[in-house]
């Protein structure tokens, strides 16, 4: 493989903002899974919308992108929970049905048996919501979520499932054989937002009895001094502090690190809000481009929008998306209603929208 780690971060930080040290430890752990090592599986804890999904389709591009990674394209996520039945048990057999899919969507019809086999086990694999199998639900514990652990690091370290396929044959005719897939072969990313995880630790971090001196900040306001003590979740957290959230420790012994993802800042929000093709304000842009409209926001406004979102840290980027919705759904509505939407040139021809940080401020006014 041609790609070092510090080449496969250089291309994921062109589609994921503000997440520098999680994408370092998700490059190597890409880097290992090529290269065939059997670890490097990574558990990522951040709110929601701080970007675990984002990463998981900068990888998809990553492999898309450079044909040497062909056989390691299939990339699937899935909720944890699906490994649980209405009846509380576990079956990890869902986990294969849904890869075979993916990857008969990656490989297109007329793929072997073996292709397909071959492929499956070279996937990554994102496990969304593992907080939501931890082994204490309500201060009780969850049983079905210990299965689910159980049964996840099995995979994890590795185990050969047989697997029925049916695919065309070298002649052509449909067959049904069975493939021996090693799951140890597989890379993977369990992601979680782990929501009462901040408070379980501040609560440690901050009891009499913890020993520890919180940071300080000292801030100037109208000649008085203000003193402040901060807390992060990423300078205090203990791999100990998820046994207590109720993971078991031998399934937190198969991933190479705990990696906490970055609470994003109003600087960090703006770009979100700006760069990404796929992001808020060029798909705003795309809209407003069907009616003949030129969009456009100034530094300002972007900033104004960026500072409110950042009120809602435990939604993340997902708070860009209601902050300027706020503000441009009166005008996607009827724009030439406006008065804001003036032509380019005066004969009726293209128009032109600005967003500045007066229409932010009336748009985020409370109603009345």
Not at 157 to 179: C, F, M, Q, W, Y
Not at 308 to 321: C, D, F, M, T, V
Request: glycine content about 8%; proline content about 4%.
């Amino acid at each position: 493989m041609s790609m070092k780690p510090v080449e496969i971060h250089e291309f994921l930080s062109s589609s994921v903002i503000g997440q520098e040290e999680t994408l370092r430890y998700v490059s190597v752990a890409i880097f290992k899974h090529l290269q065939g090592e059997k670890y490097g599986n990574l558990l990522l804890i951040g709110n929601s919308g701080t970007g675990k999904t984002t990463i998981m389709r900068g990888i998809e591009s990553l492999y898309n992108a450079h044909q040497e990674f062909a056989e390691y394209r299939v990339v699937l996520i899935m909720n944890a929970n699906t490994f649980a039945t209405e009846e509380g048990a576990v079956d990890t057999s869902r986990l294969f049905s849904r890869l075979e899919e993916r990857t008969r969507q990656v490989l297109g019809e007329g793929a072997t048996a073996e292709q397909i086999g071959r492929s499956m086990e070279r996937a990554t694999v994102c496990l969304d919501e593992i907080d939501k199998v931890s082994g204490m639900i309500g201060g009780k514990p969850y049983v079905t979520g210990i299965n689910i652990q159980q049964a996840v690091l099995t995979l994890i370290e590795g185990e050969r499932v047989p697997h029925r396929i049916t695919a065309p044959n070298k002649d052509g005719i449909l067959e049904s054989v069975t493939v021996w897939i090693n799951t140890g072969q597989m890379l993977f990313l369990c992601a979680g937002a782990f929501e009462t995880l901040y408070d379980q630790v501040f609560h440690r971090v901050t009891s009499p009895k913890s020993g520890i001196k919180l940071p300080t900040t000292t801030t100037y306001v109208n000649g008085k001094i203000t003193i402040r003590e901060y807390f992060t979740l990423r300078h205090h957290f203990r791999p100990e502090d998820l046994f207590e959230y109720g993971m078991q420790p031998q399934f937190l012994s198969r991933f190479d690190n705990a990696v906490i993802l970055e609470d994003l800042t109003a600087t960090t929000l703006a770009r979100i809000f700006k760069e990404p093709a796929e992001g808020v304000l060029q798909t705003s842009q795309h809209f407003f481009q069907k009616y003949g409209i030129k969009l456009e926001v100034t530094d300002d406004a972007v900033q104004k929008i960026a500072d409110e979102a950042s009120k809602s840290s435990r939604i993340g980027a997902r708070a860009l998306k209601s902050v300027y919705g706020r503000i441009i759904k009166p005008f996607e509505f009827d724009p030439f209603s406006r008065q804001e939407v003036k032509p380019l040139n005066g004969d009726g021809g293209p128009h032109r929208l600005v967003i500045d940080d007066k229409l932010v401020s009336e748009g985020l006014k409370p109603a009345v």
